[in-house]
C-alpha cells in the first residue's frame, strides 16, 4: 500500500459508508458522491451483492476515489473484499487478524476502537488510520483530548457524523470522517435525486475543507 493511495483516501475527509443500498442504484450513487468531492467510498460487506458491487465501482471509479469494505469482521470477508478489489478495509472492531492479513495484502487497514487502549494497540498492530465508533458517544473533546498523547495516530469519527457537527470532529484532530446515514441518504436514493445528493456531498467536503482538510 502506497501513502499516496492512503493520502488519495483522505484527501477530501470525508469517506461516504454505503450500507444496504439497492445494488441498482448504487453506481449512480457513488458517481453523484465523487462528483460532489468525496474521496472516499466504504461499501459495506452486508449489503447485497457487496463483493460484486466492490469490484464494479472499482472498475469505474478507481481514477477518481478509493473503494473499499465496510463491516469487515473476520479475515475471510477482509480476503473477499481484496479479492473484489477492495483498496482499504474498515471494520467496526479491533482484531489482530484482520489487520495483520490485510497490511500483509498490501492495503489499507481501518480498525474499529472506542479506547486509547485500542487506539495503540490497532497503531501498533498496523493499522493506518483508527476508525473512533461509535464517535457520537464520545463527541469532538474526545478526539482533542487524547490526541494530547496520541497525535501520531490519525483518528477518523464514525457513527453519528452530520452536518452541524463534522467540522468540530475535524478540527479537534480527526484526519477523516465516516458518514453514513446523514450522506447516503435514503429518501432522496428512493427518489433517484442523484443531484441533491451530489449537493449533499458537496456540504460535506466543504465542511471539512473549512476546517482545515486539504490545506
Known sequence: MSDSMLSKLLSSGIIAVVRKVN????VQLVDSFIKG???GIELTVDSESAYEKIGELKSLFSEAAVIGAGTVVNVQQAKAAIDAGADFIVSP???RDIIEYVKQEGKIMMPGVFTPTEMKNAYTWGADV???FPAS???PGFFKDVNGPLGYIPKMPTGGINLNNVQ???KA???AAGIGGSLVNTELIQ????EALEKLARKYTEKAALAGIGK
Open 23 to 26: 445494488p441498482d442504484r448504487a
Open 37 to 39: 468531492g468525496v474521496s
Open 93 to 95: 472492531i479491533l482484531d
Open 130 to 132: 483508527v476508525k473512533v
Open 137 to 139: 458517544a464520545l463527541g
Open 168 to 170: 468540530d470532529f475535524i
Open 173 to 175: 484532530g480527526a484526519v
Open 191 to 194: 427518489q433517484e435525486n442523484w
